[in-house]
T-cell receptor, first 111, second 113 residues
Framework: TQLLEQSPQFLSIQEGENLTVYCNSSSVFSSLQWYRQEPGEGPVLLVTVVTGGEVKKLKRLTFQFGDARKDSSLHITAAQPGDTGLYLCAGSTSGTYKYIFGTGTRLKVLA | DSGVTQTPKHLITATGQRVTLRCSPRSGDLSVYWYQQSLDQGLQFLIQYYNGEERAKGNILERFSAQQFPDLHSELNLSSLELGDSALYFC????????????FGQGTRLTVV
């Protein structure tokens, strides 16, 4: 059973546009991570959010953890072709060691 | 380079066969995780080991098994292979038992023909 739903599933935008990707769950997560994956490569960690309401910035990427720690968002400002990839959220719920991944958002930024 | 090493990178085998995938975690990492990634199912959690002991099981088939050795490397054994087992298999490692940060290897692409 997939506990982390991401939306949208696919996103194709022009260079310079802004976008937001969402990660939602009915469960409370002790922490949540965002990864980016290139084709044929393993996911690469972008950020970890731990506290409800936490906002973290990584250059043009802004990550937010929901107040109830059940959801998260990733906002990209002025997207560039280099941002193209599969974005995955992941985490584990309290009391379990299962580390699960979201369904993924495949982003394509056109030059 | 994440520091997690997976071998082999590619594997082609016939249905019914058995294969072993190997993972060496980052130096100092005690936890190892295995994931299966196919086009239509995303990254599926298979199993986690911490310091040689199984800690969590996900959607791992009975035909699949894994273990973590005293030197902390891990192996994933896949037997009685079926066409549907074709996928990318990733190993990840983290320092602690409860994952906060996981570093992934480059994966083993398994093709069953």
């Amino acid at each position: 059973t997939q506990l982390l739903e991401q939306s949208p599933q696919f996103l194709s935008i022009q260079e310079g546009e802004n976008l937001t990707v969402y990660c939602n769950s009915s469960s409370v997560f002790s922490s949540l991570q965002w990864y980016r994956q290139e084709p044929g490569e393993g996911p690469v960690l972008l950020v970890t959010v731990v506290t409800g309401g936490e906002v973290k910035k990584l250059k043009r990427l802004t990550f937010q953890f929901g107040d109830a720690r059940k959801d998260s968002s990733l906002h990209i400002t002025a997207a560039q072709p280099g941002d193209t990839g599969l974005y995955l959220c992941a985490g584990s719920t309290s009391g379990t060691y299962k580390y699960i991944f979201g369904t993924g958002t495949r982003l394509k930024v056109l030059a | 380079d994440s520091g997690v090493t997976q071998t082999p990178k590619h594997l082609i085998t016939a249905t019914g066969q058995r294969v072993t995938l190997r993972c060496s975690p980052r130096s100092g990492d005690l936890s190892v995780y295995w994931y299966q990634q196919s086009l239509d199912q995303g990254l599926q959690f298979l199993i986690q080991y911490y310091n040689g002991e199984e800690r969590a099981k996900g959607n791992i088939l009975e035909r699949f098994s894994a273990q973590q050795f005293p030197d902390l490397h891990s192996e994933l054994n896949l037997s009685s292979l079926e066409l549907g087992d074709s996928a990318l298999y990733f190993c990840a490692s983290s320092v602690v038992q409860e994952v906060g940060v996981a570093f992934f290897g480059q994966g083993t692409r398994l093709t069953v023909v």
